[in-house]
């Protein structure tokens, strides 16, 4: 038997029951067996078994590399060991005690281009690409959510905040990057998990939370047209696919939360993890429904900006839409 042979007989899961590691790796993620448990979980299985990482080291690796870690197998040892195990044999390798946890890896704060407030015609041109307000780009702008940047050889408007760890830029055209195909390009090093607009938390009892550029100015739309600046804050994922960033939740404990998930399938099972996470911490969260909801085209909404061409017979199901 090959050891890719062996790789795919034995993985990771398989391996944990052999050694009779403490924890639970179904779990994503899950504690580490090789250090003393923390309060974060930070230790993922993933690729069907085959692999592991850990976040709050870096040690990631095979299953060959998580059974040298395991039990402090030289590698040839080790290889010697997992074709015994794949094979039947039976696992006389015993794990080594558990490691003081080591501090977390410091991750570095992100460098960005230098962005620009914007002129107010660029807040115009926006106003009209995104069917908002001119006065909620204003606000945007004053509170730091909103700038602008020449990006890829493009005038491109960016979503991120003064805590710098986050943005995505779009090109102020409407038009897809040519470099990547998408309209959206969250810029490198961003803390892509980072909810925009989380710094601003403490002064305010009700935040709307929601998924991507768009539907932040949105947000910031329907704020300021129902005058509730002093009562409301907008906070944006850049992304159905990501977990509020584990640092930003207890920002949001026993916070008022009202989310507006994307129509989509992906856009719902972000608001099920989201509000998972959040009622973790004691904030009080629900999600707006756009289902049944028109443009004024006759098109379904499919996301909170798209409310802001609501359809005039459906203007009034709106009423509701801040907490």
């Not at 620009?116 to 945007?140: I, P």
């Not at 702008?141 to 050889?153: D, E, K, N, Q, S």
């Not at 991120?160 to 490198?188: S, V, Y």
């Not at 939360?257 to 099920?272: C, K, N, S, W």
């Amino acid at each position: 038997m090959t050891l890719d042979e062996a790789k795919e007989r034995l993985r990771i899961p398989e391996l944990w029951a052999h050694l009779n590691l403490p924890g639970d790796c179904r779990k994503n993620p899950c504690h580490s067996p090789f250090y003393e448990q923390v309060s974060k979980a930070a230790f993922s299985v993933f690729d069907d078994g085959r692999a592991f990482k850990d976040l709050r080291t870096g040690e990631r690796g095979s299953a060959i590399d998580f059974l040298i870690l395991a039990t402090g197998l030289s590698r040839d040892a080790a290889c010697r060991k997992f074709l015994e195990l794949a094979g039947g044999g039976r696992c006389e390798a015993k794990p080594l005690p558990k490691r003081p946890a080591p501090a977390p890896q410091a991750r570095q704060k992100p460098t960005f281009p230098d962005f620009e407030t914007g002129t107010d015609a660029e807040l115009h041109e926006l106003a009209a690409l995104r069917h908002v307000s001119f006065f909620a780009l204003y606000l945007a702008r004053h509170v730091g959510l909103l700038r602008f940047a020449a990006w890829h050889g493009e005038r491109a408007w960016i979503v991120t905040d003064d805590e710098g760890l986050n943005a995505q830029a779009r090109r102020l055209d409407g038009e897809p990057w040519a470099h990547i195909g998408a309209k959206a390009q969250t810029l490198p090093g961003s803390w892509a998990s980072w909810p925009l607009g989380a710094k601003t938390c403490p002064p305010y009892p009700k935040f709307l939370l929601c998924e991507g550029g768009p539907d932040l100015l949105a947000a910031l739309h329907f704020i300021n047209a129902r005058h509730a600046e002093g009562d409301c804050f907008p906070l944006a994922m850049l992304g159905a696919s990501q977990r509020i960033h584990e640092d930003a939740l207890p920002i949001l404990a026993g916070k008022r939360v009202r989310i507006f998930p994307h129509t989509d399938a992906a856009g719902q099972a972000a608001a099920l993890r989201w509000t998972t996470q959040l009622e973790a911490v004691g904030a009080e969260v629900d999600a707006f429904s756009f289902s049944g909801l028109r443009m004024a085209d006759g098109s379904p909404v499919s996301d909170l900006n798209d409310c802001t061409q609501i359809h005039p017979e459906d203007a009034h199901e709106l009423e509701g839409l801040l907490p």
